[in-house]
């Protein structure tokens, strides 16, 4: 295939698509990066040039329409681990379930992982929780969503390799992910009863409304609003406090600040907030 770059007005085109769409930020510096992803997008379509994918997805609507999914999922960046930044879970398990029990907001606990990319976060909350159900009587949900089809794909299957579920403490590995060869590899996969926990859904943090009625006792929206600018971080902070019951807890990534922002929330520890009680407060 000819070796060739995204001239300064298709690369334009596409920043204003994603950062429209998605909210990320798309500066020249990202040129490169989107370069090499849709170059393997390219490949997978037989197209021979930039100019070529180009011409068919702003000159053919019913094309775009299809290719803009694909368009979207290369444009995300979907780095994740299993218990990364740990604390949080710490937090999680000595701090806001405790409250919880002593005073339920619901019969069931409820957590949103938001930007959840291919799961390990959201499958590591419900180890978490899991392991708290040996010791307290209770039940818990977890809502897990991403804009990516993609990653959804992944996150559903929940098989991952051994060596990329290496954080995951020696006894969580006994108990919760079940183990299995493919050709050379060693794989793991979270088990059935873990894996029901956890309803993984499409949602953009862009769209207006969320489109959900879940209220939720905590939320780890965390690494995801890095890639957006300051403007876009709060008003979608914003939106999700409306998601987050009054007392809940909301985790960022220790990388990211609500510094300065006007929102409904107190710093209670390290990249996390609580949610006061006030405006656009669920009931
Ligand atoms: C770097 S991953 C973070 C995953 C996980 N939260 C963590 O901390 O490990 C960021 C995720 O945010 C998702 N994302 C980016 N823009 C989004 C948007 N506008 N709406 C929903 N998800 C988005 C990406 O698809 C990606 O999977």
Redesign the pocket.
């Known amino acids: 295939m000819e070796t060739e770059v995204l001239t300064p007005a298709q690369f334009a085109d596409f920043q204003e698509v994603i950062t429209g769409t998605?909210?990320?930020k798309m500066p020249p510096t990202k040129k490169v990066m989107l370069q090499s992803r849709l170059h393997r997008r390219l490949r997978e379509l037989g197209l021979e040039s930039f100019a070529e994918y180009h011409a068919k997805f702003f000159g053919d609507p019913a094309h775009q329409a299809t290719e803009l999914e694909h368009l979207l999922n290369l444009a995300?960046?979907?780095?994740?681990?299993f218990f990364?930044?740990p604390e949080h879970f710490d937090q999680l398990a000595k701090d806001v379930l405790p409250a919880w029990l002593r005073a339920p907001s619901g019969p069931v606990f409820s957590v949103w992982?938001a930007?959840?990319?291919t799961g390990?976060?959201a499958y590591t909350i419900a180890m978490v929780l899991a392991e708290q159900q040996r010791t307290f009587s209770f039940d818990f949900s977890i809502r897990a969503?991403?804009?990516?089809t993609r990653?959804l794909e992944t996150a559903r299957q929940a098989v991952y390799t051994e060596e990329h579920a290496a954080p995951v403490p020696l006894a969580l590995k006994q108990r919760y992910l079940l183990r299995s060869r493919d050709g050379g590899e060693q794989l793991v996969r979270i088990g059935p009863d873990l894996r029901r926990k956890v309803r993984f859904g499409h949602?953009?943090?862009?769209s207006p409304d969320f489109g959900m009625r879940e209220v939720f006792d905590a939320v780890?929206?965390?690494?995801?609003m890095i890639?957006f600018d300051r403007a876009t971080q709060q008003q979608v902070v914003a939106k999700i406090c409306r998601q987050l019951r009054p007392d809940g807890r909301l985790f960022i990534?220790h990388s990211e600040t609500l510094q300065g922002m006007d929102l409904p929330l107190r710093m209670v520890a390290a990249a996390a907030y609580r949610r006061l009680p006030g405006e656009g407060a669920a009931p």
């Open positions: 998605l909210g990320i995300t960046t979907n780095k994740t681990d990364r930044e992982c930007g959840c990319s390990e976060e969503t991403d804009v990516s990653v949602l953009n943090f862009l780890f929206f965390r690494n995801v890639y990534a």
